[in-house]
């Protein structure tokens, strides 16, 4: 099947350890932040999201990280898993409107 | 499945052709988008609709796409006098609220032989 991973910076983590995947945005406008996980031939999926006013944000093993004065975006995945091997893509939005910018994609491949 | 459906799931055309696709949101979804997807990059954005009011456009949308909701439930995209450029990932999201998740669909993808 077709890559969504083909050209893109290429992250590799040794099953069982921690994952951080970084994203600079554009805006500084930008006041909603989401991070998508895509696996091949199939749609964006939803991980987690943060809003401007909130410089850190937990789920289930995944914790998001915003830096505003740098425009700097993290995501950290815990006890990665094989499953967690995918693209994964910020994306952020300005304030009255819904249109969402995605950023470079990041490629996520977990060594069994 | 009472996730996003799209189709056809692939779609190969010749040059100058038009097709059309659908995207059929969550049923309770009153927002919906959509995003094309080349290989190796992120979704960009198309355009937006809330119920059936297409209230946001990219001007990556040229004259030759238009979409539609027309009862607010499923959409429809349609490319005219298709062209190589437009191969690429359709993608519909829907979501229910204005600070919702979106929901994506599995994507047509469109050759433009």
């Known amino acids: 099947g077709e890559s969504v991973g083909l050209h893109l910076p290429t992250l590799s983590v040794q099953e069982g350890d921690n994952s951080i995947i970084n994203c600079a945005y554009s805006?500084?406008?930008?006041?909603?932040f989401i991070w998508y996980k895509q696996e091949s031939g199939k749609g964006p999926q939803f991980i987690i999201d943060?809003?401007?006013?909130?410089d850190k944000r937990q789920g289930q093993r995944v914790t998001v990280l915003l830096n505003k004065t740098v425009k700097h975006l993290s995501l950290q995945i815990a006890a990665t898993q094989p499953g967690d091997s995918a693209v994964y893509f910020c994306a952020e939005r300005v304030p009255g409107y819904q249109k969402v910018t995605f950023g470079t994609g990041t490629k996520l491949q977990v060594i069994p | 499945d009472t996730g996003v459906s799209q189709n056809p799931r692939h779609k190969i055309t010749k040059r100058g052709q038009n097709v059309t696709f659908r995207c059929d949101p969550i049923?309770?979804?009153?927002?919906l988008y959509w995003y094309r997807q080349t290989l190796g990059q992120g979704p960009e954005f198309l355009t937006y609709?809330?119920?059936?009011?297409?209230?946001?456009k990219s001007r990556l949308l040229s004259d030759r796409f238009s979409a539609e909701r027309p009862k607010g439930s499923f959409s429809t995209l349609e490319i005219q006098r298709t062209e190589q450029g437009d191969s690429a990932m359709y993608l519909c999201?829907?979501?229910?609220?204005?600070?919702?998740?979106?929901?994506f669909g599995p994507g047509t993808r469109l050759t433009v032989t």
């Open positions: 049923s309770e979804h009153n927002r």
């Open positions: 999201a829907s979501s229910l609220a204005r600070e919702g998740e979106q929901y």
């Open positions: 805006n500084s406008a930008s006041d909603y």
């Open positions: 609709f809330q119920n059936e009011a297409q209230l946001e």
């Open positions: 943060i809003r401007s006013n909130m």
